[in-house]
Each structure stands twice: as structure tokens, then as C-alpha cells.
């Protein structure tokens, strides 16, 4: 099969020539930080030179970037990505303004850094390619929600900080709480595929979409409202390798939040933004090719049509899934989404066509081997996409060098099985907190070494239990509501 991806990358010398033809007149720089957050740096085009394409811009503080560089060794490079061009359509008085997605490297060596995330993600491609695979294939659905706004309630004597408390409200045409709305409104999980008027977003989609399309040169699958009230939406990019996948999320993401934001709106990529509804996740499609064969699938199967090496695959995301929480489930909210009742995947367990199995072999057609792959459903999308795609290839392969076998199947409604039943079953509990998380991460890391650097694991484990700490100094406006009576 072959590549969905942009192509071999022009040299810079024609690069930069074709900028110039064009008229453009600056040239957005942006990386991805340890926690998946989209950076740049804008510079004239006549800063960039074609040699930079190959050694780096020098515009990059990393002691400035969280989980970066020290304020003694912060000077740092961006490589920019000539295959990554795409047209920021946005701020036309600004002159024509192209973008360009970069590599990060360590000032004066220009060694790759080892906390790039783009960085790792392509470390875990040559990984793959020398265990045999010369393709992986990739596709995250995101979803997310479009709010109208998100008002930060007034505390006392209107300070708004932690010492005092403080809440949120949010405002959407769509949901059924708005004050005296006339919009009709999406009742709690009856949004899935719903039309307009009810679906309110399907032009801010449409134009998300053609922004995608047109200007940053993407394949889209399909777009529609998801299950939630309040806007609930999902995009559907057509698969593609691993790190150029990764590239199109954070384009999507990007994309997303600024054409909201011009039309006065929030896009919110938080796990659990609605008490009693669904949140939003980020299953994450994938296989593994060689030679243009989908190693992944076996006509002979007579399950699901999954080879033996599927099956260790999957072996190794189930064995490695509650320390992959840690990366593909990163927050503390993103465990109010993973409770039993809204579709998220609480258990550890695989079946084909279960939407209860935190793994499931999507089976729409028998008999189509370019069509065959995992589906892991853990992942929301507030996950790094880069260190997400990276960390389960890695926990895949593990499974794959370890010939570890995956329970049998299960082809129930594993939320309605007794804690008896799924013991029996070998079924396992993901964490129930970030913490949790983070232990079991810290417990079992070994199977991302050839692509993960300890200092960034180090790094990240830091970062997110201050996270945890933060939130558990904090009185919870829930906790008012059941024990100011005490």
C-alpha cells in the first residue's frame, strides 16, 4: 500500500525559491512540546535560509519550553520540515504567511534532542523498520467540543483563585441546561449523527475541514456530531504513517481551535468537560506492513481475521495499558471519562466489534486485508499524539518480541459482568486517577527504551504528578455539595 503522506521534501534552495515566487512574506515555525502543546516562532522570509533546512534556525530558548532545556544549556534549532508547507489562510494583512512543522535539535552539536516528541516518534519509525516493518499505518479519530463559552464563575468579593473557589459554567446553544434557549437542544448521549438545526456545528466542521483540505494538503474521511450534547464533534483524517499522522493531528487541533475562536466560539479538547455525558476520546487505529502486506491480517483466522503477530501485538497493549494511561490519558480529567456508562473503555480486554474492550478489531467487511487493523480506545485527546502513536507501537512490539499471548477475547458487555466474571475472564482495571497512572508508568517503562530517553521519562513523570498534587490540594465544588453539612 502506499504512503498517504506529503512526499519526499523539496530541497531548501527550491524551497525557498518557491516562497519567494509566491510572494510570501513570513514563515511560521512551530514544534510540539513533552506535553503535546503546538509552539511557534514567526520570521521574515528573508531570515530563512536555504542551508537552514538542513542545519536549523536558531530561534529556539529551550529553557523557555516545559520540559525542555536548562536556563544553561537553552540554545536550540528548528529544522523545519519543507513536506509539512501549509498556507496559514488567517490574518491576510499580515502579507502571505506559510508554516512549516519542525524537528528540534541541541544548539552547537545539532544532535536530535531527546525530548522532541516529533523526535521520538521518529526514532520509534526506525525501530519499526528494523524489526521488519517498513510501513505502520495510523488513525486517530478526534473528537472534541465547540462551546459558546466557558465562563469562569466570580468568587468572593470577585477574586478568582483557589483560596477563595471557584467554578465554571458553560454556555451552548445546544444543550439542554441553556437558559431560555430557542435553539433545539441535544439531550444527554442522543447526539450521535444528528442533523442540523439540532446539529449546530456542521458548517464550523465544513470549514474546518476545507482549511485542512485546501491549505494544508489533507485527506479527510468524514465529519459528524457525536454522541454528547453541547456541540460534541468528531473529525476523521484518512490514516497515514506514524509521524506525518502525528503531523495532521496537531494541524486539525490547530486548525480547529482558530476557527472557533473567529467565530467567537472555544474548541475544548478536555476529556470530561460535562457532568452525565460522554467524553471525548481518541481511538487510535493502527498496523504494521511489510513489503506492502498487511502483517496484521489472516484470512485463515477464523475469529477476526487477525494474524498471530496481531495477537501479540495486542498482547503487548494489554500488558503494558495501565502504564500507557500515563501517556494516552494524560490529565487528571481524563479519568472522569474513563468511568463505566459513556462508551469509554474502563477495562482491559480485547473483541472485535466491542465497543467495551479497551481494544477492539474493527470488523465492517470480511475478506479485506488492507482494511484489518487494532483499534486501541484508552486515548483521549488531550494526549501528546507523537509520544501516544510511539508509545503503543512500542508496547505492541514488545508483545510482538515477547510472543506474548492475549487472553481470549470477550465478546460481552464487559460493564455488566461481575468483578467474578471478569476475573475469570483475566480481565484487568485501568487506573483510576493520573496518579495510579503515573505509578504504574514508573513501575513499567522498560519496554520504551529504544525510543523514550530516561531524563524525558524522568521529565514527564515530574511534570504530571505536580499536576495530580495540584488538583488534591484543592477542595472540589462537589465536595460542598456533600459535606458542608458535616
Not at 483560596?163 to 431560555?180: F, K, Q
Not at 506514524?242 to 479538547?269: E, F
Not at 529504544?450 to 531524563?455: E, K, L, R
Request: glycine share 6%.
Amino acid at each position: 500500500m502506499a504512503s498517504k503522506g506529503r512526499g519526499a521534501p523539496a530541497s531548501g534552495e527550491a524551497t525557498i525559491e518557491q516562497l519567494k515566487s509566491e510572494k510570501v512574506r513570513w514563515v511560521q515555525l512551530f514544534y510540539t512540546d513533552v506535553f503535546g502543546g503546538f509552539n511557534q516562532v514567526d520570521v521574515p522570509l528573508g531570515a530563512l535560509e536555504p542551508e537552514m533546512f538542513r542545519t536549523g534556525v536558531p530561534k529556539l530558548d529551550g529553557s523557555s519550553v516545559r520540559g525542555f532545556r536548562e536556563i544553561f544549556e537553552s540554545d536550540m534549532l528548528l529544522v523545519p520540515d519543507a513536506s509539512t508547507q501549509a498556507t496559514i489562510p488567517w490574518n491576510p494583512d499580515a502579507g502571505k504567511t506559510v508554516r512549516f512543522i519542525c524537528d528540534v535539535r541541541l544548539g552547537g552539536s545539532k544532535e536530535t534532542y531527546e525530548h522532541d516528541p516529533r523526535g521520538v516518534a521518529r526514532s520509534v519509525e526506525r525501530v519499526l523498520a528494523d524489526a521488519g516493518y517498513d510501513r505502520s499505518y495510523w488513525g486517530p479519530e478526534v473528537e472534541f467540543f465547540v462551546f459558546d463559552q466557558v465562563q469562569l464563575l466570580p468568587s468572593y468579593d470577585g477574586v478568582r483563585d483557589a483560596w477563595a473557589g471557584a467554578g465554571y459554567l458553560i454556555h451552548s446553544s445546544e444543550s439542554p441546561w441553556a437558559p431560555g434557549n430557542s435553539h433545539p437542544t441535544v439531550r444527554f448521549k442522543e447526539g450521535y449523527h444528528r442533523t442540523p438545526p439540532v446539529d449546530s456545528l456542521v458548517g464550523l466542521r465544513a470549514e474546518v475541514c476545507n482549511i485542512l483540505a485546501d491549505d494544508f494538503h489533507l485527506t479527510l474521511d468524514a465529519h459528524h456530531h457525536e454522541v454528547a450534547t453541547a456541540s460534541q464533534s468528531e473529525i476523521n483524517l484518512r490514516f497515514d504513517e506514524l509521524v506525518p499522522m502525528a503531523d495532521h493531528v496537531q494541524d486539525l487541533r490547530y486548525v480547529l481551535k482558530n476557527v472557533a475562536h473567529r467565530h467567537g466560539k472555544i474548541a475544548c479538547l478536555m476529556p470530561k468537560p460535562i457532568y452525565g455525558d460522554n467524553g471525548i476520546g481518541m481511538h487510535t487505529n493502527q498496523s504494521l506492513w511489510t513489503k506492502g502486506e498487511n502483517r496484521f491480517y489472516d484470512a485463515n483466522d477464523p475469529y477476526a481475521e487477525v494474524s498471530q503477530l496481531c495477537r501479540y501485538y495486542i498482547g503487548g497493549l494489554l500488558e503494558h495499558a495501565r502504564a500507557l494511561c500515563a501517556i494516552t490519558n494524560p490529565t487528571t480529567n481524563s479519568y472522569r471519562r474513563l468511568v463505566p456508562g459513556y462508551e469509554a473503555p474502563v477495562f482491559i480486554a480485547w473483541s472485535k466489534a466491542n465497543r467495551s474492550a479497551n481494544v477492539r478489531i474493527p470488523f465492517y467487511h470480511k475478506g479485506r486485508p488492507a482494511a484489518k487493523r487494532v483499534e486501541y480506545r484508552t486515548p483521549d485527546s488531550a494526549a501528546n499524539i507523537y509520544l501516544t502513536e510511539a508509545a503503543l507501537a512500542l508496547a505492541g512490539l514488545d508483545g510482538i518480541r515477547r510472543k506474548i499471548e492475549p487472553p481470549p477475547p470477550v465478546d460481552e458487555n464487559i460493564y455488566r459482568l461481575t468483578p467474578a466474571q471478569r476475573k475469570q475472564r483475566q480481565i484487568r482495571e485501568l487506573p483510576g486517577s493520573l496518579g495510579e497512572a503515573l505509578e504504574c508508568l514508573s513501575s513499567d517503562r522498560e519496554f520504551l527504551k529504544p525510543a523514550f530517553a530516561p531524563s524525558l521519562v524522568d521529565t514527564y513523570l515530574e511534570a504530571k504528578r505536580e499536576e495530580q498534587l495540584e488538583l488534591n490540594l484543592r477542595p472540589h465544588p462537589y465536595e460542598f455539595y456533600r459535606y458542608l453539612d458535616v
